[in-house]
């Protein structure tokens, strides 16, 4: 069994785990790069999935080169995908399930995302989400961001508890990577990419929906 005991706390990330997110990324980008004549194939868009913000301009100078107007790349898809994540964003399948199970079993929970806080806020805030998390820890405010593991160190230490009592919730790569090296408990949801071959060596549990991560919880003990 994966899980030998509850968590002392759950640890969320936000983007494509909790809201349908990635593929509004995924088109504002498309969009963006297709009206400044920008060869943009969707397989370069879906590797930033999980990818701090501070970290794109780089990823897409060395896959677009120099001559790329990656300012104004960025700053087109950012306009695009503030006007299109005003209104509340969709819930991926089976979150009220599993923050319900962790409510019933007071066991406390955190948001642990790449984005900003006053994006991330908004979203969390729109969605009616806010109010069923203790905190949120945001890409603003950690120096090292993930996969680095300082997100979820944070957030356990926020709580006053070992990392090796909380379980992390993620659907990216970068950020199983993070709570892995951080020594959380970690559950992968995969949304739109599927999970690396780093990713399965950890040999953690990859699952289709946070409905079966909450099966998954009912089982610990």
């Known amino acids: 069994m994966y899980l030998t005991s509850k968590p002392l706390a759950a640890l969320f990330d936000m983007d494509g785990l909790m809201l349908d997110t990635e593929s509004i990324g995924i088109e504002c980008w498309t969009e963006a790069a297709a009206a400044l004549s920008v ?5 370069l868009v879906i590797g930033m999935i999980g990818m701090h913000y501070s970290k794109t301009d780089a990823y897409l100078l060395e896959h677009l080169g120099s001559a790329a107007p990656i300012d104004k790349l960025r700053t087109a898809c950012h306009k ?10 969709a819930h991926r399948p089976g979150l009220n399930d599993i923050l319900s199970w962790l409510e ?7 948001v642990c995302t790449s984005t900003r806080r006053s994006i991330a806020e908004h979203h969390l805030r729109a969605a009616g989400l ?7 820890i945001c890409g603003d405010e950690v120096t090292h961001p993930k996969p680095a593991p300082e997100i979820y160190q944070k957030a356990a230490a926020a ?4 990392t090796e009592s909380c379980l992390v919730l993620e659907d990216s790569d970068f950020g199983v990577q993070a709570a892995h090296q951080a020594g959380c408990k970690v559950m992968m949801i995969p949304d739109l990419r599927p999970p690396s071959r780093h990713s399965l060596a950890l040999n953690i549990p990859i699952l ?6 909450r099966d998954l919880l009912t089982q610990a003990q």
């Open 208 to 213: 289709s929906s946070l409905s079966d991560a």
């Open 130 to 136: 806010w109010p069923r998390f203790q905190f949120a």
């Open 159 to 162: 709580f006053n508890f070992p």
């Open 80 to 89: 695009l995908y503030m006007e299109r994540t005003q209104a509340p964003i």
């Open 39 to 43: 060869d943009m194939p969707r397989t």
């Open 104 to 110: 019933e079993n007071n066991i406390p929970k955190a």
